[in-house]
């Protein structure tokens, strides 16, 4: 039998006349009724039901259905309409929660079975305590007689419903399941474990398996979303759930219940559920792709199962925003990504300054629009989104419904993320996050945002093209008001590529002016590229705030980029992040977050600037798995000093400076950098003299014997040099070179011909001498060389000093390595990145000297804990030669097996 309707018309009306709500109602829904066989006094419109409290996401709020169906003077069902454009999939919770609250209400079973969502073409059918359809019906199918049509009529209509079915219903949950909030590092390991369980089960690769792994993850998000948003879930005192083990999806007992309805129900059901909606919204475009049309959930039932075993006990959803935001970043490492790209995860509390100094504002009138154009996995997306709906929530000016308003006008339409990379697509992780959090990822796109003309290729599919064509009317429409990221910092364009070398071609900075010509650099940062590209995205006015490698700051060769910065931007504010800021990504580069804010005209001139050397921010994060008590010391030190920087920020921005934190225009005419323009070597030295001491350069204490190739000549600076030995290269005498450790003592190094030595000069050094690391004297490796050592050799890296009269080495050496010695050395260190120093520097150095009675109690203190190191040193060998001789152990067969054998150092 077949159909005599349309595409464009079914069995109720035309599919023309569907528009809002209510041309929904009239021309769908009362007509479906009354075919399934209801009569008026069956049927319940929203006027005429009770508005409940029921949950929306992590909220509460009143609802009540547009209709309720009643068999028996009770409510067996409802139904809710949208209009045509409006997706079913947010409106599903509060339709269950209603449904759950009714039969709260009824002590001796569940009266309400099921409840329906449509929009006139999408009509979805749910069982109570299910938020996955049961059956879905397309616009076509109410022909009146497919098979989904039959189907609906048989579970729907009023005979189908009767009192003996529900009241004598037992109990329907007899067991409940506890989900449990975890620690950060148990979540993490908990991730290990699954992403290699996956590999290893399935033959993946690294990269393929955890896209599988997300796939699953991004289940278990969406099943303990629906756990909070359960009106019959319990909240226990530790913060844990208790929840309905039936209504809990994702767990080993769901699987166990439906694996007689399908093999690999998890892939099959729920996976299969989840595309199908997304790619309705997709269709409609209020989302973007997070997964392929037609995509599976690639694993085996017992990997799954094995998989939903681990997790489903741990609550996920529970976490703040920004840890969940970083969900997944565990597992994209150097090894899923390649160290080369340069593209690492920006620690939280770092996406939190940034996002403090963005000052992001969000007013009835106007909110402004935020984008990351490298945006990762999204965590300055969602900490800018948490950001402004905080601000929207927390403004007592605003009515509820404005409140409304702003949020979904913030989540879609006031937020844009781009990504590139496509092994593992970012974005669609990005998406995934933001869709978690209430967004939906349907501003965040892939494509490459280096590419100024947003170009596409035939090889694409259309949905890209189109995606394409999205972002690039959109930024071509109107500029955007804050740009907020960490750029990659190794990542290169090079011309050796066509199409490198045509994005290259698109940029100002890709070239150099040489007289009358443009000369082409051979390859340019992306890092500075992206400088380039945010301004052109921005408004005049608009604000880039970018996490920045200091060497664009103040490195010799990116001076050029420092002047189109002044060129193109107003430089509000520079903040220095820690030398360690970054070590969970093993990053090892100095960094600083800035403020730019894109100029209106050329001649535009630059104001102060807000300047800020943070201590705290992003050491919050480290490397390694297990937590320390430190480790919460530091968040908190860290949160304490973002909101420092973020209230000393807006008071400059509100005019009332902390003149300590502010520098004038004219300190950025060479380096940006902090160090360079805010503090200053010898910034205690006047405090010093004015309390009686006597203040003295390190050159007047100490005179030079060897400096790198720098030797002392002049009769006033030379030393006795009865017993200095310069080696050349060429010699063939066998030495040991010196070791100088961060904790200030000397140490023999490698054994070798003196003529296979890197270096061009090699210098003995004896019993009292000074010795400096060039590179490491700013960690403390600064050393007296003791009897013992004498004769090893330093190499050019090292400045060796000679006490003058009346100075002690010891002395010297405890004053070389106190924070404010060190720190003024920092200061005046060359070198954006290894701080290097030298005798230039180190003999300008001034410090105070201490009186005879202070100096003399310091020598003596050292020279007793000299003493007694020699004791215990000769006490271990005391030791060994007992141990060894009485038990034999230590024999000449023994020394040969490790000779022999061991392995290399």
């Known amino acids: 039998m077949s159909s005599t309707y349309g595409s464009r018309r079914n069995m109720f009306c035309d599919r023309d006349v569907l528009g809002n709500e209510a041309s929904v109602e009239t021309f769908f829904v009362n007509r479906l009724l009354a075919e399934l066989g209801y009569r008026d006094e069956h049927i319940r419109t929203k006027e005429s039901l009770e508005t409940l409290k ?63 969502m449509t929009n006139g073409v999408s009509t979805e059918l749910y069982e109570w305590d299910r938020q996955d359809p049961i059956l879905s019906l397309s616009f076509k199918d109410f022909d009146g007689v497919s098979n989904k049509w039959a189907k609906l009529k048989e579970i729907m209509a009023p005979d189908s419903f009767a009192s003996a079915r529900w009241a004598a219903q037992p109990a329907l949950f007899d067991s409940t399941i506890e989900i449990r909030r975890a620690s950060i590092s148990e979540i993490n390991a908990a991730f290990a474990w699954c992403h290699k369980f996956i590999y290893r089960r399935e033959n993946y690769s690294y990269s393929a398996a955890f896209m599988e792994f997300v796939k699953v993850v991004f289940l278990k998000l969406l099943s303990d979303k629906a756990a909070h948003a359960n009106p019959g879930v319990t909240v226990l005192e530790n913060g844990s759930l208790q929840v309905p083990a039936e209504e809990v999806k994702f767990s080993t007992a769901w699987i166990e ?66 840890l969940n935001g970083r969900l997944f970043e565990t597992f994209l490492n150097a090894t899923l990504r390649g160290k080369d790209l340069g593209q690492f995860f920006t620690p939280r509390s770092v996406v939190k300054l940034a996002t403090s100094l963005a000052d992001l504002q969000v007013r009835r009138d106007h909110v402004e629009t935020v984008i990351d154009a490298c945006c990762g996995t999204g965590g300055f997306l969602i900490e800018s989104l948490a950001d402004m709906w905080g601000k929207v929530d927390g403004n007592r000016s605003l009515s509820a419904s404005e409140k409304v308003r702003l949020r979904d006008e913030i989540a879609t339409q006031r937020i844009y993320g781009i990504d590139v990379a496509k092994e593992p697509a970012l974005a669609r992780i990005a998406r995934i996050n933001m869709y978690l959090h209430g967004d939906g990822g349907s501003r965040v796109y892939q494509l490459d945002a280096l590419d100024k003309r947003v170009r596409s290729y035939a090889t694409e599919t259309r949905e890209v093209r189109d995606e394409k064509e999205e972002f690039k009317g959109i930024a071509d429409r109107s500029g955007f008001d804050v740009a907020l990221t960490n750029p990659p910092f190794a990542k290169e364009y090079a011309r050796k590529t066509d199409v490198e070398r045509q994005i290259l071609d698109q940029y100002e900075l890709a070239f150099m002016d040489s007289g009358r010509t443009r000369k082409p650099v051979s ?27 200091d060497s664009i700051l103040g490195g010799d060769r990116e001076k050029r980029i420092r002047s189109y910065i002044r060129d193109k931007f107003i430089v509000k504010a520079v903040v220095s992040l820690p030398g360690d800021a970054f070590q969970r990504s093993q990053a090892r580069v100095k960094t600083s977050v800035v403020v730019l804010q894109k100029k209106h005209h050329a001649e535009e001139e630059q104001t102060p600037i807000f300047m800020y050397y943070c201590t705290r921010v992003g050491i919050d994060e480290v490397a390694r798995q297990r937590v320390l008590p430190i480790d919460e010391e530091n968040r908190r030190a860290a949160e ?27 300190a950025i005419e060479g380096r940006m950098d902090v160090k360079a323009c805010l503090p200053s070597a010898g910034r205690n030295v006047e405090r010093w003299r004015e309390e009686g001491h006597e203040v003295l350069s390190v050159g007047q204490m100490l005179k030079l014997a060897f400096g790198g190739a720098e030797f002392a000549t002049s009769d006033e600076e030379s030393v006795d040099r009865a017993s200095d030995v310069v080696i050349p290269a060429d010699s063939e005498d066998l030495v040991t070179l010196l070791r100088v450790r961060y904790d200030g003592t000397a140490e023999p190094g490698e054994t070798i011909a003196a003529s296979d030595s890197t270096y061009d000069v090699l210098y003995k050094v004896r019993a009292g001498d000074v010795v400096i690391s060039h590179i490491n004297a700013v960690h403390g490796a600064v050393a007296v060389i003791p009897d013992e050592l004498e004769g090893l050799v330093a190499t050019k890296e090292y400045t060796v000093c000679r006490p003058r009269k009346g100075y002690h080495p010891y002395l010297i050496w405890q004053m070389l390595r106190t924070p404010e010695a060190r720190a003024d050395l920092l200061l005046s260190s060359t070198g954006m990145g290894r701080t290097r120093v030298d005798w230039s520097i180190v003999s300008q150095l001034q410090l105070p000297v201490p009186s005879m009675q202070i100096s003399e109690a310091a020598i003596k203190a050292v020279e007793d804990a000299r003493a007694l190191e020699r004791k215990a040193q000769e006490l271990y060998v005391t030791a060994a030669k007992t141990l060894g001789s009485s038990l034999n152990l230590d024999n000449t067969e023994a020394r040969a097996l490790l000779a022999a054998f061991k392995p290399p150092r």
């Open 257 to 322: 219940k439906m694996e007689g309805e399908s093999p690999n129900p998890v892939a099959d059901v729920q996976f299969n559920n989840l595309v199908r909606q997304l790619e309705e919204e997709i269709r409609q475009r209020k989302k973007k792709r997070i997964f392929g049309q037609g995509e599976i959930l690639d694993l085996s039932p017992e990997t799954i199962k094995g998989v939903v075993a681990k997790l489903q006990d741990l609550d996920l959803y529970s976490m703040d925003s920004d």
């Open 523 to 549: 390859s340019l940062k992306s890092s500075m590229m992206f400088i380039e590209r945010y301004h052109d995205l921005l408004r005049p006015g608009g604000r880039l705030v970018t996490v920045i490698d």
């Open 54 to 116: 029921v949950n929306q996401g992590r909220q509460r709020k009143l609802y009540r259905p547009d209709y309720a169906l009643e068999v028996d003077n009770t409510v067996r069902w409802i139904l809710e309409a949208k209009a045509v454009d409006e997706s079913l999939t947010p409106f599903v919770g509060q339709a269950a929660s209603y449904c759950h609250q009714i039969n709260a209400s009824h002590r001796d079973g569940n009266p309400v079975t099921h409840f329906i």
């Open 640 to 666: 304490a000093e973002i909101d420092k920087v973020g209230k000393l920020y807006r008071d400059f921005l509100n005019g009332n400076p902390d003149e300590a934190w502010i520098v004038p225009p004219e």
